[in-house]
């Protein structure tokens, strides 16, 4: 219920003031990073999703926040580049497969490289376990210390378990986003 | 504060040095945040990249770091749709895509603008940038996109395919081969543009029915058909390996006999027609000569000026010259000033070869002489002098000197060029070219052209006898103001070469002579050559002394460079001094301060034929042989020549404190003598050398066992014969040799009892030493050894190739010149002789001395001469010897030996080494 009455505030603030964010999507290769900007984009989840070469540039509006969407590969040759396109974002959306339990240490690896960066200090962190609707994905419980997010303390971060399939808790991840927004 | 800095200094700059501020890499790229905002403002990012491009275009360089960061700014900005900033960010990609790492990075954002259905403006930007961008692995994945692209109705988006894939094609050669079809398709296209062009052809009609959806697609019209030669040049580069392809495809777009049914309409695009068909003509003129020519006359009559005077210059270059001259003097009457440089250019390289008709043309060459261009008159006068007839010589010239100020340097050289080769042709207009070069010598200039005055002053000395004097007067006064070392010395060493022979040498003495005194060391030692010459070569006595006076003040010289040709004085024979000997020759003469004030013993230095000389030139340095066992020297191809090892060996000596008061050494052996079989374990060879006073054995032990030390090594000699002759003064012993430190080095040394007599002795000798066995694990030496002795092979002291060395004489004359000296005649009887090859060959390998004139191979087989010369070692002169030998089965070689030598010792020398 209070979940309601804030996302009608939110409506309402929206209308009265137009927002922008800018975000990038991070996160290892199959991950649901491209999935997760078509869902948002235009809610349409496609089983056919070919990998993202370089990177996908998406500009979404929802309500009156224009979202800039920075959709990064994440193919091992193109992980050096992340940096290059959270530099200067709003948020970092980092997906994680949560059903793979094999790549969680890749992804945590990955994961500290890239905040480990001077230039991305203070940015915000958002992890997204994807995948829920998978009986064998791993809850926010476990994923939490498998990433070990509780270990980051220079900026805000969170972590939503949620499913592009299903849009599973999207909701909450637009209001994060749009509370984000300026 | 770095900013504030930064433009607290650019105020006190002037407006260059703001502009520099403006733009400069460091604030270029603190400025590429504007990429990064948002919203992003397209008019600043423009501007950015407009100056970085500036930059990169004024060769300004970006590391890889920053190149890398703002290729990826850059890319941010795909965001933004406006078409202006796209372009701008294509050609910003383009050129960083060179420095940029993981430039692969905005592929697909490409990829996303080429799509055959966009229609936006900067597809073609996006097509030329791709080909920077993609790896050649790539180049299949995108080939259908440029199949596509290169038959696109918009003529931009088709050259930029075409552009692009004749960048592709030296990385992936296949793939881009397979558009072959589509390129053909563009170069035959009726373009789009030609309902808007101005050109209305043959095809004007088909493209109306293209040109509504072309307009629709916004596309440019365009009336250049660059495209056409675009297509052309990457026809050609994916054909040009296949000449009978070329061949075709130049018949086929040449549209036949007059050229009129080309379906080429670029003026650019049939230019390089022409000279594809020029080069195929050039690769193999048989074949195709005929048909070439009669399409190079078509486009004679075509109505681009660009064509006709490509068609025109490409028939001068094949060198069949009938009607195109017409038309190249139809253009030096054009108003365009192009077209008049173009001709009288062509004109000009014409008459090198053609000047009789280039001749028809010079009426109106003539009235380009005033031509207001300097260009096109150079070229005119140039023309002019090299078709011109004796009459008209002297009013070109006056013409020319009027402008020669006006122009460049590089004009210059042409026109002294022209006058060079004239006066070749008119030797008896020299006077007036002469004034004329000498001049323009006087007038400023570059090196090239005061080099090609010069030269061309030195043909006239050469060729034309007449003004041989007064142009060395003018080259004489020329040096006394030259800032060009190399052309100094040149014309330095020209008056050498002619000035002793002309009737008044005196006059050039001075000139020379105030180099001397004023110039740097190069040119010094050049006039010093330079007047050793006039000495050397003048019959006036009285000139030679004052030379000698002149020459004397030039010792005082400090530089070497100067005092080098000085000690040289070997400017008119035939031989020339074997250079390693003469060098350390002079090595030793300016190290020993004593020596100086004598003068230098050039006789002792050997000399050899100038073909030797040659041949040594040619082998590489081979001092590093010296000492090594004699493995090592049969191992090296190029066996070292005497001369070399000797100097390396006198080297080797000087290092010894022992013979330091021995002085130089006379002669060492020229190749060492092997005392020990090969597979022996130990290897002795060894080398004589004869000092004035000594002769020392240098043995060359090398040890080759590799857990064995040989300690206190030495060689004891035991006299044979001439025990008398020679006395025995001290051994110098390796005290430890080991097969890793092999070979060492035994030095046995005997004093000569009598230095003016030739001691002939034959010694027997062994090695001596004491042998440890080497513990393998430790490298350590046992504390027992046992002594040994090893016997070795006998060494003699001989005539041939220890007293006499060998030498280069001109024979005859030095045979008749030694005729007074001392002399010998005997008579052998050589039976064991088979043939009087082997007997020359024995002979030669006795005396060791230089075969002149081939005559070590003799030619018949019954009579034979043999000349040797030699050289006594220690002052003993020359030794010349002459064996008549004649050859009868049974009897075997009868040999008339003469001897001639300075000495008498020396004769009875040689009879007795051969009697020996």
Not at chain 2, 525 to 535: D, E, N, P, R, W
Request: proline letters at 4%.
């Amino acid at each position: 219920m209070p979940g309601f009455f804030s996302s009608l505030f939110g409506w309402f603030s929206a209308l009265f003031f137009s927002k922008a964010i800018e975000i990038a999507v991070v996160g290892l290769q199959a991950s649901g990073k491209t999935s997760f900007v078509h869902v948002i984009s235009s809610g349409q989840w496609s089983e056919e999703v070919v990998p993202t070469v370089a990177y996908n540039y998406r500009k979404v509006r929802k309500g009156n926040v224009t979202i800039n969407i920075w959709d990064i590969a994440g193919q091992p040759k193109f992980r050096s580049t992340w940096e290059r396109y959270c530099n200067g974002v709003d948020a970092i959306v980092f997906v994680v497969d949560s059903s793979d339990r094999e790549k969680f240490n890749a992804a945590r690896f990955e994961l500290h490289q890239l905040l480990s960066q001077s230039s991305l200090v203070g940015v915000p962190l958002l992890v997204l376990g994807n995948k829920n609707d998978l009986e064998e994905h791993a809850p926010i419980k476990e994923l939490i210390p498998a990433l070990q997010l509780d270990k980051i303390s220079d900026r805000p971060v969170s972590c939503y378990s949620c499913s592009m399939k299903s849009q599973h808790n999207l909701d909450i991840v637009l209001q994060w986003l749009s509370g984000r927004s300026h | 504060m770095a900013s504030f800095a930064l433009s607290f200094q650019s105020k006190k700059e002037d407006e260059a040095g703001l502009s520099s501020y403006y733009n400069n890499k460091t604030t270029i790229i603190q400025e590429a945040r504007v990429f990064n905002e948002s919203p992003i403002s397209p008019r600043k990012c423009r501007a950015l990249l407009t100056r970085i491009v500036y930059l990169l275009y004024v060769g300004e360089t970006f590391g890889t770091q920053e190149a890398t960061t703002l290729f990826f700014g850059t890319t941010k900005l795909f965001q933004h749709k406006d078409s202006a900033l796209r372009q701008a960010v294509y050609l910003a990609i383009k050129e960083l895509a060179t420095t940029a790492e993981d430039v692969i990075m905005v592929t697909s954002s490409i990829m996303k603008d080429m799509q055959p259905n966009s229609e936006v403006i900067y597809r073609p930007n996006a097509i030329r940038a791709l080909c920077r961008i993609i790896d050649p692995s790539m180049a299949q994945g995108v080939e259908r996109f440029f199949k596509a692209a290169i038959v696109d109705r918009n003529p931009s988006i088709s050259s930029a395919a075409l552009v692009s894939s004749y960048h592709l094609f030296p990385f992936a050669k296949d793939v881009v081969k397979r558009w072959v079809n589509e390129v053909q398709e563009a170069v035959s296209a009726k373009s789009s543009g030609n309902f808007f062009g101005t050109v209305s052809g043959g095809g004007g009609y088909l493209g109306f029915g293209g040109s509504t959806t072309a307009s629709a697609q916004q596309s440019v019209p365009s009336s250049s058909y660059a495209t056409q030669y675009h297509a052309l040049g990457l026809l050609y580069l994916i054909r040009q390996q296949d000449r009978m392809a070329v061949t075709k495809m130049i018949q086929q777009l040449g549209g036949g006999k007059s050229g009129a049914g080309t379906t080429l309409k670029n003026p650019m695009a049939l230019c390089m027609l022409i000279r594809y068909a020029a080069k195929v003509m050039e690769e193999d003129p048989k074949l195709f000569k005929r048909q070439m020519l009669d399409l190079l006359e078509g486009w004679l009559r075509h109505k681009s000026d660009m064509v006709n005077f490509e068609a025109a210059r490409a028939i001068c270059e094949m060198k069949y010259v009938n009607a195109q001259q017409l038309l190249l003097q139809l253009f030096l009457s054009s108003p365009k000033p192009v077209l008049k440089f173009a001709a009288t250019r062509t004109l000009a390289s014409l008459a090198l070869s053609h000047p009789a008709s280039v001749a028809a043309c010079n009426v109106d060459l003539e009235s380009l002489i005033a031509d207001q261009n300097r260009s096109v008159a150079t070229y005119a006068i140039t023309t002019l002098l090299k078709t011109g007839n004796e009459a008209s010589v002297d009013r070109l010239i006056k013409q020319i000197t009027g402008f020669m100020t006006e122009i460049s340097d590089e004009f210059k050289v042409i026109i002294v060029d022209a006058v060079r080769s004239l006066c070749l042709k008119f030797p008896s207009k020299h006077a007036s070219m002469l004034t004329f070069l000498s001049g323009v010598l006087r007038d400023e200039g570059g090196y090239d052209f005061k080099r090609a005055v010069v030269e061309a002053m030195f043909d006239m000395i050469k060729f034309i006898q007449d003004c041989k004097e007064q142009a060395l007067a003018h080259l004489c006064e020329f040096i006394e103001d030259c800032e060009f070392t190399k052309l100094s010395v040149r014309i330095l060493h020209l008056l050498g070469m002619e000035g002793p022979k002309s009737p008044q040498p005196t006059k050039y003495i001075r000139f020379i002579y105030n180099r001397v005194v004023l110039e740097n060391a190069t040119v010094r030692a050049a006039a010093v050559t330079s007047l050793a010459k006039f000495g050397i070569n003048s019959s006036d006595s009285g000139l030679q002394k004052s030379i000698n006076v002149l020459l004397n003040r030039c010792l005082d010289d400090v530089d070497d460079e100067v005092q080098k040709p000085l000690a040289d004085a070997y400017v008119r024979e035939e031989s020339v001094f074997s250079l390693s000997a003469l060098e350390s020759k002079l090595v030793a003469y300016v190290q020993d301060p004593s020596a100086s004030s004598q003068r230098l013993d050039l006789s002792s230095v050997p000399k050899i034929s100038r073909v030797q000389a040659a041949q040594e030139a040619a082998r590489p340095s081979t001092l590093d042989t010296i000492g090594a066992p004699s493995t090592a020297v049969s191992n090296s191809p190029p066996p070292p020549t005497a001369a070399e090892t000797q100097s390396a060996y006198a080297t080797q000596l000087t290092e010894v404190p022992e013979f330091a008061t021995y002085g130089s050494v006379l002669n060492s052996s020229a190749s060492p003598l092997r005392l020990t079989e090969n597979e022996m374990e130990y290897q002795v060879t060894c080398v004589k050398h004869i000092f004035n006073e000594h002769v020392v054995f240098q043995y060359n032990v090398s040890n080759t066992l590799p857990d064995v030390v040989l300690e206190g090594v030495s060689v004891i000699m035991q006299v044979n014969e001439g025990a008398d002759a020679l006395v025995e003064d001290f051994i110098i012993p390796i005290p430890s040799l080991l097969s890793a430190n092999s070979p060492g080095t035994v030095y046995v040394s005997f004093t000569r009892a009598n230095p003016t007599e030739f001691a002939v002795a034959s010694f027997s000798c062994s090695l001596k030493f004491v042998s440890k066995e080497v513990d393998p694990s430790t490298g350590e030496p046992e504390d027992e050894g046992y002594e040994d002795d090893y016997a070795l092979e006998d060494v003699e002291l001989s005539a041939g190739g220890d007293y006499i060395i060998p030498s280069y004489v001109t024979f005859g004359s030095e045979w008749d010149r030694m005729r007074t000296g001392p002399s010998v005649v005997e008579t052998f009887n050589l039976q064991t002789m088979d043939s009087i090859k082997a007997a020359c060959d024995s002979i030669i390998e006795v005396l060791k001395m230089e075969a002149l004139g081939g005559t070590e191979i003799p030619q018949s087989t019954t009579v034979h001469v043999l000349q040797l010369s030699g050289l006594v070692i220690g002052g003993g002169g020359k030794v010349l010897v002459r064996c008549r030998m004649t050859f009868s089965q049974g009897t075997g070689v009868v040999l008339e030996l003469g001897v001639r030598a300075e000495k008498q010792e020396v004769c009875d020398l040689v009879i007795s080494a051969v009697a020996g």
